[in-house]
């Protein structure tokens, strides 16, 4: 499979992709004609229009895929897929509406290019249970698109030593899914992504990542890691916290 997987798509203080430009431009090259899935959002036609006017001066034609009324035939179409960030509960419900689920895994596993930022990030795992994001509908299925045999989570924030708030930590949460599961997660830092290129997973961006193990201390990974062998995992799901 060919994935590049985004934390985010807009980092502070710069435009909308504009932090990972030159590496998408490079998965996507010039006159690539890009199915935009934008349900994530509310607003799909502005969503859309957003990502054209980034991608515009690179010559990527994006075409999103509600444009026409048939999402599938758009796919059809499409020389790569872009699913954008949002809310990932509503994506994930849109996907199983209109089919698209079935229609990503079955296109990328065969070739296509899949691109993704945070909740498009989020669909290329197995599950939707690492999300960050709340749950303001209910999909038929926590199953997402499991692209890669990981869970990820983007916008992977560190706890702050400092800080007088008592809930949980973004750490503690994803020990808490490991008490129950047992699948590697990745921390993805805003400004990083992760680039699979068939059996070859490599962390790219600007800023390192952190990958969670059930039983075992987190552990830091640099810009550059080869992350490869966490496409060999085969994670448990609902396990308790039977080891």
């Given amino acids: 499979m060919n994935l590049l997987l985004l934390s985010n798509s807009t980092q502070h203080g710069r435009g909308y992709l504009e932090h990972a430009l030159d ?50 035939a ?24 209109t089919g698209l689920r079935e229609a990503l895994v079955k296109a990328v596993r065969g070739g296509l290019p899949y691109m993704g930022a945070s909740a498009g990030t989020n669909m290329a795992a197995p599950s939707l249970r690492t999300t960050n994001d709340m749950p303001i509908v209910e999909p038929p299925s926590f199953e997402t698109l499991g692209l890669v045999p990981f869970q990820i989570n983007p916008h992977y924030l560190d706890p702050d030593p400092g800080s007088t708030h008592k809930g949980e930590t973004r750490e503690e949460r994803l020990r808490e ?6 699948v590697p997660v990745l921390g993805l830092r805003e400004g990083s992504w992760l680039r699979v290129e068939g059996d070859r997973a490599v962390l790219g961006g600007e800023r390192d990542a952190r990958l969670f193990r059930r039983g075992t201390a987190p552990r830091e990974l640099a810009v550059g890691s080869d992350l490869s062998e966490l496409l060999d995992v085969r994670g448990e799901f609902d396990t308790g916290t039977r080891s």
């Fill in 74 to 97: 758009r796919l059809d179409e499409a020389d790569a897929v872009f699913v954008g960030g949002g809310n990932s509960f509503r994506l994930l419900s849109a996907l199983y509406r």
């Fill in 23 to 72: 590496t998408v431009t490079g998965f996507l090259p010039a006159g690539a004609r890009l199915a935009f899935v934008p349900y994530a959002l509310a607003d799909h036609d502005t969503y859309t229009a957003r990502v054209r006017s980034a991608l515009a001066d690179a010559g990527i034609d994006v075409r999103g895929v509600p444009e026409g009324g048939d999402p599938l």
């Fill in 177 to 182: 899914f490991l008490e129950e599961n047992d």
